[in-house]
């Protein structure tokens, strides 16, 4: 095969999406004039169209994707066409039982490939890596995220903020859980302490789930700029102009590192082994025992120190 077409399915949130950008990588330096067309999460599939591993992205949410769950499916003629076009699916969804891999190759599908997307040992880049081995592609060792936007998309991102300053520091108070949270008064804290010391200008990043986090930063009427409301394309072009980012255990923390700049990620709950971001400039700070209470303890000393190590890495 010279050009095969190959179907990625892929569920799970931003962090999962990011951890899984080797593979296509790996695809696409493997066949350089492949088809690649991503069925997932469009507002986070996107993210692979912006760094040119994948042509085409459509939702996971579509009726014909439910029906291969099934056990008896009802599969119109059009959609198993569209199916038997594929040289390659890759089935990152959760399929247990095995369903939708035999429903595919029912219909005509010429070879189906299924990686779990649960992570049973090691990082989650290694274990989403493994599949593509049937395909004689192997892994190197520590296979790490990168995101190379295309320079319309940094462009924008300068743009942004231009208006800010020049050492932009994103910092991002959020997570999809909020035991995985460091606490925002350490945050707002933190910030002020940044823009005291003259070297950098901190901006908050607010996402759709840090509603809360919102209010609470807008009672405390911080000097500090906040950014919101942005697509996650969007946000990864304005992550790229940062000269570097303090999160937690977030897929924007893992945003962040797959585009190259110095990261801070702080963890409690999850295991760093298994779930950090991999990037060539990033810190990891984790609590002595991974829990919600000593992940409080992390002090912002010691994240400080953690920044100042993170830049020199960026030297």
Known sequence: MTKPRILILRGGAIGDFIFTLPALRALRAQWQESYIEITGYPHIAQLALAGGMADLVSSLDKAEIARYFSLKPSIPREQADYIKSFDIIISYLFDPAGSVTKNLLSIGAKQVIYGSPVVK???????????????AIYPENNETPILNLQESRKEYGRK?????????????????????????NRFI???????????????????EADAEIATTLSKNKIAVPILSGYSLVDLAGILSA???????????THLAASLGIPVVAIYGPTDPAMWAPRGPNTQIIASSNRSEKRLAEI???????ALAQSQASNL
């Open 189 to 207: 804290s933190l910030s002020r302490k940044i823009s005291g010391s003259g070297r950098f200008e901190p901006i908050f990043l607010i996402g």
């Open 121 to 135: 040992a090691g990082h989650a880049v290694d274990s989403l890596m493994k599949p593509l081995e049937k395909l």
């Open 299 to 305: 002090s912002e000393e010691r994240v400080l120190e």
């Open 242 to 252: 940062c000269c570097g980012y303090i999160g937690n255990d977030s897929g924007i």
């Open 160 to 184: 942004i903020l231009e208006k800010i300053g020049r050492q932009v520091l994103a910092i991002h108070p959020g997570s999809g859980s909020p035991a995985k949270n460091w606490p925002l």
